[in-house]
């Protein structure tokens, strides 16, 4: 089956093979997933469930006849399939509500389900069409950056941050709805979750780091918390809490060799610090007052995000999201410098990655775009070297180097207010170039 662009909209070719003469149902189904999941009309486990109800970005929630107004019908409806005597089919359609783009219409990562029965094109929410036969992923036959594809089950966790251990290559990922919070093995398809949030004081989980005892740190966002999970049993050890008048957000975080923590607030100007080390965790210590620096807090607005150390402790980089500004900071005189781009964009600079000591990776969300950085030797500048994109990257907020490459989180914070553009949530593993 295939899927392409053309004047009236997307044109869909499918050749089906295998089913029992007569006619049979087929739609494009929201959620990107095959496995098995919970029938839309009765709660149902049935085959293929997981991928969700019919696609219908034009949230009408009525079943119709395809080409209707998406007002009034969803815009996945197709035609019948028609098999004949041995087992075989062919359609050709145009679509005219649906892109292969990234917008809200766009079909891309999403699936398509051939039923058993036929459609009567009037039944809420499925027509009447029976059991579900056949499930395809729709996929970008484009090039790629990406190699392989870890699932987060939930149709709310819009997750943003991610930690990988070294010492075992898991990944460790956040939900900024909830707080719950994911493990996600090497090479495994699907995250297991490790902890719920909500009921350990953390609502939210956004910036976080694995220490060298194998100890999870995660930034709770505007909860204000840094929490300490032990990723073994999943308890909290520890719950350190900013002062909130006025009210901050702890957003990211970065832990040096020697067990010294810093954390960026996005609204207060403050820098903190913490010693990661103490077996009992202090109070998290203000330990510079930005204010007192050239970095100009904008109100209401995203300010120093993503963080990233030196290999010997002596400076911090961190990201000002609302201008795009790179500061680095000195840890021993507390001298704060911007990092001359050469004029290179980096607004909506996200998270950070060290690749090397002179190689940064900057994820830029609304841009869909990791931009690869190369510093001076002493980060007082740089220069973009390459700005990566890809169609599934999908506002991609955070990312952290795993055993097989970069591991890019998809957060959709885009669309914390409307439907995800893509279900199951999911972290991206994308080889970078040399």
Same mark, same amino acid.
Request: include cysteine.
């Given at each position: ?162 930690? $990988?251990?070294?010492?075992? *290559?898991? !990944? /460790? @990922? ?6 719950? #919070?994911? &493990?996600? =093995? ?67 975080? $970065?832990?040096?060799?020697? *067990?010294? !923590? /810093? @954390? ?6 403050? #820098?903190? &610090?913490? =010693? ?72 909506? *600079?996200?998270?950070? @990655? ?81």
């Amino acid at each position: 089956m295939t899927f392409a662009p053309t004047g009236g909209g997307v044109l869909l070719a499918a050749q089906v093979q295998g089913i029992a003469p007569g006619a049979h149902g087929m739609h494009i189904h929201t959620n990107g997933a095959c496995a098995n999941g919970p029938d839309a009309a009765t709660g149902q486990i049935v085959a293929f469930g997981a991928a969700g109800g019919h696609f219908d970005p034009g949230n009408s929630r009525k079943h119709g006849h395809p080409g209707d107004p998406m007002a009034v019908s969803h815009a996945g409806e197709l035609p019948a399939l028609q098999a004949g005597a041995d087992g075989r089919a062919s359609l050709s359609y145009v679509n005219a509500h649906i892109t292969l783009d990234r917008s809200a219409t766009s079909v891309l990562g999403r699936t398509v389900i051939v039923h058993a029965h036929p459609d009567d094109y009037a039944t809420d929410p499925a027509g009447n069409s029976g059991a579900r036969l056949l499930c395809g992923v729709i996929e970008d036959s484009r090039p790629t950056i990406v190699r392989s594809r870890t699932t987060l089950e939930g149709t709310h966790v819009f997750p943003e941050g991610i930690a $990988v251990d070294p010492r075992t *290559g898991d !990944a /460790y @990922v956040g939900s900024t709805s909830n707080g719950d #919070l994911f &493990r996600l =093995r090497p090479g495994a398809p699907q995250a297991e979750l490790l902890q719920i949030g909500g009921a350990v004081g953390r609502q939210g989980a956004f910036g976080m780091k694995v220490d060298g005892q194998g100890r999870l740190w995660v930034a709770g966002g505007p909860n204000g918390t840094l929490s300490v999970v032990d990723t073994t049993t999943g308890n909290t050890l520890g719950l350190l809490k900013a002062p909130q008048d006025p009210p901050g957000f702890l957003n990211d975080l $970065v832990i040096l060799s020697d *067990g010294t !923590a /810093y @954390v960026t607030d996005s609204f207060r100007p403050v #820098l903190y &610090r913490v =010693r990661t080390t103490a077996s009992a965790p202090a109070a998290l210590e203000p330990w510079l007052d930005l204010t007192q620096t050239p970095i100009r807090y904008q109100p209401n607005q995203i300010n120093l995000n993503g963080i990233v150390a030196s290999g010997d402790g002596r400076y911090l980089l961190a990201i000002q999201l609302v201008t795009g500004q790179l500061w680095r900071i000195d840890t021993r005189t507390k001298a704060v410098a911007q990092v001359r781009m050469e004029g290179d964009d980096l607004k909506d *600079g996200d998270g950070l @990655v060290l690749a090397g000591p002179t190689d940064l990776y900057v994820l830029r969300n609304a841009p869909n775009e990791l931009a690869r950085v190369r510093l001076a030797s002493d980060w007082s500048s740089g220069r973009v070297e390459h700005r990566l994109t890809d169609a599934r990257f999908k506002y991609p907020t955070t990312a952290a180097i795993g055993k097989s490459g970069l591991m890019v989180v998809n957060a959709q914070l885009d669309r914390q207010k409307h439907p995800p553009a893509l279900l199951p949530f999911d972290v991206v593993t994308v080889q970078l170039p040399p």
